[in-house]
């Protein structure tokens, strides 16, 4: 509860963070599960018409995430949100977070950071929601220990414009489909 609000908020395990950051989105215990997305991962690799040859490592290596500890990718980030009903739409890194309409239109935010541990020697990404949660912004991060609350709109965009320049992706989560 962040100041007298419900906010659910999901912690980090393995590399479930975009597992994490839908349910996060979705404010909601299992809105989806591992399975949903390994199966939405599963669907994608097989309808894909370019679709590479089995080898014994993609048991546990597949084209859109890991069997093992999840790391799942954009595709399944989309294919997942269109199942809800929502449109994803990528922002144009070109155009400063001042270019981003924060109203009832936007369900949220999600965005994939570069990653940088152990002094420099893994490299990775790391999936991330923002969402408006009864007027307020929250950065609800799977590695943050609780919520982070944005004191305004300009806060929002200040750490949009930091990460963008430090080479995050950054989608729009649309109410309207």
């Not at 989806?32 to 669907?43: D, G, H, M, Q, V």
């Not at 995430?65 to 294919?79: E, F, P, R, S």
Request: aromatic share 10%.
């Amino acid at each position: 509860m962040e100041g007298g609000t419900n906010i659910y908020h999901e912690r980090q395990r393995l590399q479930f963070c975009l597992l994490h950051s839908l349910n996060n989105l979705f404010q909601g215990k299992d809105v989806f599960t591992r399975a949903e997305l390994n199966s939405i991962a599963e669907k994608l690799d097989i309808d894909d018409p370019n679709r590479g040859i089995w080898n014994p490592v993609s048991i546990v290596f597949k084209p859109h995430h890991n069997a093992i500890t999840g790391n799942y990718d954009i595709n399944v980030l989309i294919a997942a949100l269109e199942q809800k009903g929502k449109t994803v739409v990528w922002h144009d890194r070109r155009n400063g977070a001042s270019s981003i309409v924060l109203d009832d239109r936007l369900m949220g935010i999600v965005v994939n950071v570069p990653v940088r541990k152990f002094g420099d020697l893994w490299r990775s990404r790391h999936w991330v929601t923002l969402r408006c949660i009864q007027g307020v912004w929250y950065n609800l991060d799977s590695d943050f220990a609780a919520p982070y609350a944005f004191k305004d709109s300009q806060e929002v965009g200040e750490f949009l414009d930091g990460i963008i320049a430090a080479g995050a992706e950054v989608l729009l989560v649309m109410n309207d489909k």
